[in-house]
């Protein structure tokens, strides 16, 4: 029903930067929050920053004022802008998206993951 395509991630140095972009398709017809969350080995999975469409953005407190999360509703497009990246932001970064489609009033769907690796 909706499939969600990360990219870019990657290798960078502490102190660097990188872009993630989420691309959400399929049966949409309305987009509720879309996010991102990460999972580090031998962690939990936790929410990184999201974007609804009642309360706005929120970020974890681990990332706040580093990260920027924005999206492009008309593409259905969230972005996520990594900035001052530390060793510990290493971890597989996923896509989330809590939508109305065709089939239902409102289904929870993750992209595959991508990898963040912050080491010098």
């Known amino acids: 029903q909706v499939q969600l395509v990360e990219s870019g991630g990657g290798l960078v140095q502490p102190g660097g930067s990188l872009r993630l972009s989420c691309a959400a398709s399929g049966s949409i017809l309305t987009i509720y929050v879309m996010g991102w969350y990460r999972q580090a080995p031998g962690n939990e999975r936790e929410l990184v920053a999201d974007?609804?469409?009642?309360?706005?953005?929120a970020y974890s407190d681990s990332v706040k004022g580093r990260f920027n999360i924005s999206m492009d509703a008309a593409k259905n497009t969230v972005y996520l802008q990594l900035n001052s990246l530390k060793p510990e932001d290493t971890a597989v970064y996923y896509c989330n998206t809590a939508a109305r489609t065709v089939v239902s009033e409102r289904g929870n769907y993750w992209g595959q993951g991508i990898q963040v690796t912050v080491s010098s």
């Open positions: 974007i609804t469409s009642r309360r706005g953005i």
